[in-house]
């Protein structure tokens, strides 16, 4: 239960770090911060931050696998840290949602196949509800909207096609992440991993992105966005790797994407969103089941 709880929480924390990623990086705003930027500067923020822990850990546990491990999953997320927030910035939200869900489907192959671990009927279910709610999540936002929208929007959106690979990278890397949270504790995993993707993005756009200005980073009005984005993230990544101990990898994502709920509220307040009701039904519904599921059959 208690993972359940956390992964809650979770949702409710990458909804409003979503709604930032939105509002900071807006195009028709003019100081809006490139996706860039702010990803490489809210990850160095939280090496900063994390940095004292340095003195504490136990580096002795670094053996060549943990190492290969914490940098593979790190480069899969310096991956997917870019891509989903290109699919938030340009793409059509009643879409991104839904197409974000495509990880559980693929989480319920990748954790099979990397970690051996065999959810229950009543977990499928539970994850399966989840998936097909957010789905039909956004249904009346598309006048023409039928159920292969999402998926046809691949051909035709760039950002859809962000998403759709954002979603595979994240059914690789979470499977990764549990492997050796287990080992370490989850402060440690995010020092390391904000390291090494710091280290991934600033030479991704050293050497590829010259029209990027790194030095703007440090303008006060940029770092307010970075420390904002940096403590809503660091939070629910810090909870997120708590759940994943108590809990299996696919249920701590699937339960990630209730966040649909809260998110449903929050876009109409800040971006005016129409059948605000029919949506938050809906979310509600998926809601329901979730903790349904949860406390009949103990996911």
Do not use: C
Not at 3 to 32: H, M, P, Q, R, Y
Not at 66 to 79: P, Q, W
Not at 192 to 212: A, C, E, G, M, Q
Not at 239 to 260: D, P
Request: charged share 10%.
């Amino acid at each position: 239960m208690i993972g359940i709880l956390l992964a809650l929480t979770v949702a409710f924390l990458k909804s409003l770090w979503e709604l930032a990623w939105k509002l900071f990086t807006d195009i028709k705003k003019k100081n809006s911060l490139d996706e860039y930027s702010l990803v490489l500067g809210a990850r160095v923020l939280s090496v900063v931050l994390l940095s004292p822990l340095i003195f504490f850990l136990d580096h002795s546990i670094l053996s060549i696998h943990i190492i290969l491990l914490i940098a593979l999953s790190s480069f899969f997320n310096a991956i997917a840290n870019i891509t989903a927030i290109k699919a938030v910035k340009h793409g059509d939200l009643s879409l991104v949602s839904p197409l974000s869900a495509m990880s559980i489907p693929f989480l319920l192959i990748s954790w099979y196949i990397i970690l051996w671990e065999q959810a229950n009927i009543a977990g499928i279910i539970g994850v399966g509800i989840i998936f097909f709610g957010t789905y039909f999540l956004n249904v009346s936002e598309l006048k023409n909207w039928n159920i292969l929208s999402p998926l046809t929007a691949i051909y035709t959106n760039l950002w859809a096609r962000y998403m759709l690979f954002t979603a595979l990278i994240w059914s690789l890397s979470s499977p990764l992440d549990k492997i050796w949270v287990l080992e370490m504790w989850a402060l440690a995993w995010m020092l390391y991993t904000n390291i090494i993707v710091s280290i991934f993005i600033y030479l991704y756009v050293y050497f590829l992105r010259k029209d990027i200005v790194i030095k703007n980073i440090f303008q006060t009005k940029n770092i307010k966005k970075i420390s904002t984005i940096t403590v809503l993230g660091g939070l629910a990544i810090f909870l997120q790797m708590l759940a994943l101990a108590y809990t299996l990898v696919v249920y701590v994502i699937a339960l990630k994407r209730a966040s649909g709920m809260f998110s449903v509220l929050l876009w109409a307040i800040f971006f005016k969103e129409k059948d605000i009701l029919t949506k938050f039904i809906s979310a509600v519904i998926i809601f329901a089941w979730v903790l349904l599921i949860t406390i009949m059959w103990n996911i």
